[in-house]
T-cell receptor, first 113, second 111 residues
Framework: SAVISQKPSRDICQRGTSLTIQCQVDSQVTMMFWYRQQPGQSLTLIATANQGSEATYESGFVIDKFPISRPNLTFSTLTVSNMSPEDSSIYLC??????????FGPGTRLTVT | QKEVEQDPGPLSVPEGAIVSLNCTYSNSAFQYFMWYRQYSRKGPELLMYTYSSGNKEDGRFTAQVDKSSKYISLFIRDSQPSDSATYLCAYKTGANSKLTFGKGITLSVRP
């Protein structure tokens, strides 16, 4: 398995500001993902962040809004830019170890006022 | 038709009951099947995974896959209050493809 930590665990931010979420993994992994989970909803993939390449964004998500860094095999950041109340959600970091095993961090609970 | 449909909840059962959680899917290309458990205010936890049709057992949990009918089920025997959580089914088409999740069903096991 993989142990994943995220910072911050929660935050309350003002409209128009940006927040950077950090994800740290206890082992080196190639495939890392960022998801969003809105209240009462399932998980939606924002982007795939593989080390050594540009992040790949899913339909509906753009780099200007959700820039991602992946400087090495154990760390990634997701920034939520120019936030609006619609960005209030739980943001989850995830890593894939093999074809079957994909693990998630504890999540960052974001509230935008 | 949505790619993944999960039985709506919430579901409430008495302690010791056998629980059956079900998902159906429309994409016949799905080859990998997973169940995740998510406790309140926590990240999803990988519970079970399988590739082939049939049953896979792990302690009190059994994952069942029927590719011909396009459904998967998770059975929980001798359910415990600690099993109270949201259960999400997940699928993907290939080893490196993205996971597609069901909406999740919230289970409550009453002592």
């Amino acid at each position: 398995s993989a142990v994943i930590s995220q910072k911050p665990s929660r935050d309350i931010c003002q409209r128009g500001t940006s927040l950077t979420i950090q994800c740290q993994v206890d082992s080196q992994v190639t495939m890392m993902f960022w998801y969003r989970q809105q209240p009462g909803q399932s998980l939606t993939l924002i982007a795939t962040a593989n080390q050594g390449s540009e992040a790949t964004y899913e339909s509906g998500f753009v780099i200007d809004k959700f820039p991602i860094s992946r400087p090495n095999l154990t760390f990634s950041t997701l920034t939520v830019s120019n936030m609006s109340p619609e960005d209030s959600s739980i943001y989850l970091c995830s890593v894939r170890l093999n074809a079957y095993e994909q693990y998630f961090g504890p999540g960052t609970r974001l509230t935008v006022t | 038709q949505k790619e993944v449909e999960q039985d709506p909840g919430p579901l409430s059962v008495p302690e010791g009951a056998i629980v059956s959680l079900n998902c159906t899917y429309s994409n016949s290309a799905f080859q990998y099947f997973m169940w995740y458990r998510q406790y309140s205010r926590k990240g999803p936890e990988l519970l079970m995974y399988t590739y082939s049709s049939g049953n896979k057992e792990d302690g009190r949990f059994t994952a069942q896959v029927d590719k011909s009918s396009k459904y998967i089920s998770l059975f929980i025997r001798d359910s415990q209050p600690s099993d109270s959580a949201t259960y999400l089914c997940a699928y993907k088409t290939g080893a490196n493809s993205k996971l597609t999740f069901g909406k999740g069903i919230t289970l409550s096991v009453r002592p």
